[in-house]
C-alpha cells in the first residue's frame, strides 16, 4: 500500500513570481528535482503531471536517488524509473502518468532527487511556481549523473513532477490547503522552512502542502491556478493516505481588489463575506464525502499589508468569526490570534513577519505548526 509523502500542486505555464523555465519548456536536456518526503518507506514511485500541456509530454527516461547537496546524489543509489514496465512515456495532454515502484529505502524527512531526461520538445510545461529550493537543468541524458556537476542552469520552480509516493502504508497524512503561506512565500529558501515542513517534524505524520501562491477559493487565476473549490480533488483527494485537511485559504479572494500593482489582480472581483464562507462550505462538503476530518484556520492578521484596507477589514473579521464560532469545521485553528501583534490585532506580530505585513518568516510558520498541531 502507497502513501503520498510529497506533493506540488500543478499549475499552468506562465512568469510566475520570478523568472522559470514553464513557458520555454525543455528539449535534449535533463531536469532535476530534490523535494522532502513527508514519511519513509523501502519502495518508491513518483507521478508525474502534464495537466496544462497543449500535446503529449514524452519522458525518455526518469531516474530517483537519495539527495546529498545540490544536484547531487549518493553515490549507489540511483533507480531507473519505468511505467506499466517500459523505460520511457508518453504522457498525453491534460494527463498523468504513475512509475511503477522500485526499491530504495528512504526515511521520514529524507530528500529523494527525482531526475527526467526530456529528449523531445516538451512545449510550455506543466509546472509549480514558487518550490523555495532549486531545480537544475542540464544538456543532454544526465540520468545517471552522480556528483551534479553537469546541471549548470537552476530555478526555484517544480516542473512536471506532481507526487512522490512510498511504500509506507499510512493513511494518518495531513494536507494543508491555501495560498502562498501554505506554499511557504517568506521562508527561508532550501531550508525546508515551511509551515507544512514545521508540521511534519512537530507531529511525525506525512504532511502534504497543497498550496499555491497567488490561488484564490472562488475564482480562477492566469498565474495563481484554479479556484480552491475545484482543484481541491486533484490536489488533496486523489492522494492516498490522507485523513486530515486544514484550509487556511482566504486571504487573496479578500486582498487582491485592494491593489493594483501586479497586473494579474485586474479585474479582481469584490468578495464578500457569504461568498468566501459559501466557499469554505463547500471545500468542507467534499472532503467530508471523502470522510476527511477538516480543520479550519483563521486568516493571518495583514493589516498594513498590500492586501489591507476597509472591506478587506470588513470581510476578514466575518470569515475569521465563522471559522471561530459556526461549528462547521471539527477543529478551529486560531492562527490570527497566534500570530496578532499584542498591541494591534490586525497585524502580524514583527518577530513573525517576513517583511511585507502579510506572510510569516521562519518562526512565524513555526507558531503555526505548534497551533495545528494542537487540534490535529
Given at each position: ?27 535534449r536536456q535533463s ?326 505585513h502579510l ?18
Open positions: 500500500m502507497f502513501t503520498t509523502v510529497w506533493t506540488a500542486s500543478p499549475q499552468r505555464p506562465s512568469e510566475g513570481f520570478t523568472a522559470n523555465w514553464s513557458q520555454e519548456g525543455f528539449w531536469l532535476r528535482q530534490a523535494v522532502r518526503l513527508g514519511a519513509g518507506g523501502d519502495r518508491v514511485r513518483i507521478r508525474l503531471s502534464n495537466a496544462y500541456g497543449a500535446s503529449p509530454l514524452r519522458i525518455a527516461g526518469a531516474t530517483v536517488a537519495r539527495t546529498t547537496r545540490g544536484a547531487a546524489v549518493e553515490p549507489g543509489s540511483v533507480r531507473r524509473l519505468t511505467f506499466a514496465g517500459a523505460a520511457s512515456a508518453e504522457i498525453p495532454a491534460r494527463g498523468e502518468a504513475v512509475s511503477d515502484a522500485t526499491e530504495l529505502t528512504l526515511d521520514s524527512g529524507d530528500s529523494a532527487t527525482v531526475t527526467l531526461h526530456l529528449d523531445a520538445t516538451t512545449g510550455p510545461a506543466t509546472f509549480h511556481a514558487q518550490a523555495f529550493t532549486t531545480s537544475y537543468r542540464g544538456t543532454g541524458d544526465r540520468l545517471e549523473d552522480v556528483t551534479g556537476e553537469g546541471f549548470d542552469e537552476a530555478t526555484e520552480s517544480w516542473y512536471f513532477l506532481s507526487a512522490v509516493e512510498v511504500s509506507a502504508g499510512r493513511t494518518d497524512g495531513v494536507a494543508l490547503f491555501g495560498d502562498s503561506i501554505t506554499d511557504g512565500f517568506g521562508s527561508t529558501p532550501g531550508a525546508n522552512r515551511r509551515w507544512s515542513d514545521a508540521l511534519g517534524a512537530r507531529t511525525g505524520r506525512p504532511v502534504l502542502n497543497a498550496g499555491i501562491g497567488g490561488n484564490l477559493v472562488l475564482n480562477d487565476s492566469a498565474w495563481y491556478g484554479e479556484k480552491g473549490v475545484h482543484r481541491l480533488e486533484r490536489d488533496v483527494l486523489a492522494h492516498a493516505g490522507v485523513s486530515t485537511l486544514v484550509v487556511l485559504h482566504g486571504l487573496n479572494d479578500i486582498g487582491f481588489s485592494e491593489t493594483d500593482e501586479q497586473p494579474t489582480y485586474v479585474p479582481a472581483p469584490v468578495v464578500e463575506g457569504d461568498e468566501l464562507i459559501a466557499g469554505h462550505r463547500e471545500l468542507i462538503r467534499q472532503a467530508r464525502v471523502r470522510g476527511l476530518r477538516v480543520i479550519g484556520a483563521t486568516l493571518l492578521p495583514f493589516g498594513g499589508s498590500d492586501h489591507w484596507g476597509e472591506r478587506a477589514a470588513k470581510v476578514s473579521h466575518e470569515l475569521n468569526e465563522w471559522i471561530r464560532c459556526s461549528g462547521e469545521y471539527d477543529a478551529v485553528a486560531d492562527l490570527s490570534r497566534a500570530l496578532a501583534d499584542p498591541a494591534d490585532p490586525d497585524a502580524l506580530r514583527a518577530a513573525y513577519d517576513f517583511g511585507d506572510h510569516p518568516n521562519d518562526a512565524g510558520y513555526e507558531v503555526m505548526a505548534e497551533v495545528v498541531a494542537g487540534v490535529l
